[in-house]
């Protein structure tokens, strides 16, 4: 499948719009380019007591609108300008409006651990209902049955097409993919069967996370290991990369066990707390993510971190979706 398509023919383009809370980020302009589409003008005008308006400076009648909301540190602010501005295109008449989010907040809080907590990402989705939006166009949600709690189509996209790029570039020989918890072991075993490549799991001990981070446990990590790894490059792949703790000690075992480079590949880097210190002591020589969050920042307190650019990923979801086209297609970029 080529994506060359992503540039909607003249027809298209005059029933949608693309609209973004972050217009300036990097990966809106990428998808803004890839469809050859601009993005629409949209004002948000804080007040002198924090309360925020709202302003589509174009009109939006009638129009199929892909809305694009990057999560940034201050989400929990940014949730409630998301529904005004699809309250404020629907009180405007708009046809539809497919909010794109390039990485689901709250992913991981899907289910009640404990009576005193609530499935968050079902609150997400309430708060995204509750204002009518049509569509929902996101990429490797943390439990695809998030989707169940929508009343509505979501489609998950995945990033395993610009993941598979990068390793090609690498030119690696004798390489294996790690998980880095045995959760993750449908997701690896299904990219590097699709890669062509060996996988390993490996189990590392929960317990007291952040003693283990000491120097004297890091010669003897606490894990067990499914696989081979010795004398072999090992890629760890994971989903999100957030505190790391996990990811660093299976970096630390893996050299333990053998390992010559070890890489790091998770497609959401929220890179909380301490985890980019983390990770520049740890024996990881690459760290990539995708720019489904702006790392700009974190590229400059971590030097060995990388991005992979996926906004042709989601332009072409974009094209489908308006176009009434399956996304299957997608996976096999």
Same mark, same amino acid.
């Given at each position: 499948?080529?994506?060359?398509?992503?540039?909607?023919?003249?027809?298209?383009?005059?029933?949608?719009?693309?609209?973004?809370?972050?217009?300036?980020?990097?990966? /809106?302009?990428?998808?803004?380019?890839?469809?050859?589409?601009?993005?629409?003008?949209?004002?948000?005008?804080?007040? &002198? %007591?924090?309360?925020?308006?709202?302003?589509?400076?174009?009109?939006?009648?009638?129009?199929?609108? $892909?809305?694009?909301?990057?999560?940034?540190?201050?989400?929990? %602010?940014?949730?409630?300008?998301?529904?005004?501005?699809?309250?404020?295109?629907?009180?405007?008449?708009?046809?539809?409006? /497919?909010?794109?989010?390039?990485?689901?907040? $709250?992913?991981?809080?899907?289910?009640?651990?404990?009576? =005193?907590?609530?499935?968050?990402?079902? +609150?997400?989705?309430?708060?995204?209902?509750?204002?009518?939006?049509?569509?929902?166009?996101?990429?490797?949600?943390? /439990?695809?049955?998030?989707?169940? $709690?929508?009343?509505?189509?979501?489609?998950?996209?995945?990033?395993?097409? *610009?993941?598979? =790029?990068? !390793?090609?570039?690498?030119?690696?020989?004798?390489?294996?993919?790690?998980?880095?918890?045995?959760?993750?072991?449908?997701?690896?075993?299904?990219?590097?069967?699709?890669?062509?490549?060996?996988? &390993? !799991?490996?189990?590392?001990?929960?317990?007291?996370?952040?003693?283990?981070?000491?120097?004297?446990?890091?010669?003897?990590?606490?894990?067990?290991?499914?696989?081979?790894?010795?004398?072999?490059?090992?890629?760890?792949?994971?989903?999100?990369?957030?505190?790391? !703790?996990?990811?660093?000690?299976?970096?630390?075992?893996?050299?333990?066990?053998? &390992?010559?480079?070890?890489?790091?590949?998770?497609?959401?880097?929220?890179?909380?707390?301490? #985890?980019?210190?983390?990770?520049?002591? #740890?024996?990881?020589?690459?760290?990539?993510?995708?720019?489904?969050?702006?790392? /700009?920042?974190?590229?400059?307190?971590?030097? %060995?971190?990388?991005?992979?650019?996926?906004?042709?990923?989601?332009?072409?979801?974009?094209?489908?979706?308006?176009?009434?086209?399956? +996304?299957? *297609? +997608?996976?096999?970029?």
């Amino acid at each position: 499948v080529s994506t060359q398509s992503t540039g909607l023919a003249a027809g298209m383009r005059g029933s949608m719009m693309l609209f973004a809370l972050t217009p300036e980020s990097t990966l /809106t302009q990428n998808i803004s380019e890839n469809l050859n589409l601009p993005v629409g003008g949209m004002t948000r005008r804080k007040l &002198a %007591n924090t309360e925020t308006l709202v302003e589509i400076r174009e009109s939006v009648r009638g129009k199929d609108v $892909y809305l694009i909301f990057s999560c940034t540190k201050d989400f929990n %602010n940014s949730i409630l300008d998301l529904l005004m501005v699809v309250e404020a295109m629907k009180n405007a008449s708009v046809g539809t409006v /497919t909010i794109v989010l390039p990485s689901f907040p $709250y992913a991981r809080y899907d289910c009640v651990t404990r009576i =005193d907590r609530c499935p968050i990402a079902r +609150l997400i989705a309430d708060m995204l209902q509750s204002v009518d939006c049509d569509r929902v166009l996101t990429m490797d949600l943390h /439990t695809p049955q998030v989707q169940g $709690y929508f009343d509505l189509p979501v489609d998950n996209i995945t990033a395993e097409p *610009a993941f598979r =790029d990068w !390793i090609k570039e690498l030119h690696l020989k004798n390489a294996v993919l790690v998980t880095p918890n045995p959760e993750g072991t449908k997701r690896v075993a299904n990219f590097s069967e699709s890669m062509g490549m060996q996988f &390993a !799991i490996v189990h590392v001990s929960d317990e007291d996370d952040r003693a283990s981070s000491s120097t004297d446990s890091r010669n003897r990590p606490a894990a067990s290991l499914v696989g081979n790894v010795k004398d072999r490059d090992c890629i760890i792949y994971d989903d999100i990369a957030d505190e790391c !703790i996990s990811i660093v000690k299976t970096a630390e075992f893996l050299k333990h066990e053998g &390992a010559k480079r070890i890489f790091c590949m998770a497609t959401h880097g929220l890179f909380s707390k301490e #985890s980019l210190e983390m990770c520049a002591a #740890s024996p990881i020589d690459v760290f990539v993510v995708t720019d489904t969050i702006d790392q /700009t920042e974190n590229m400059e307190i971590y030097p %060995n971190l990388r991005t992979v650019d996926v906004s042709h990923l989601f332009a072409e979801g974009i094209r489908r979706v308006h176009n009434n086209e399956p +996304l299957l *297609a +997608l996976f096999n970029l």
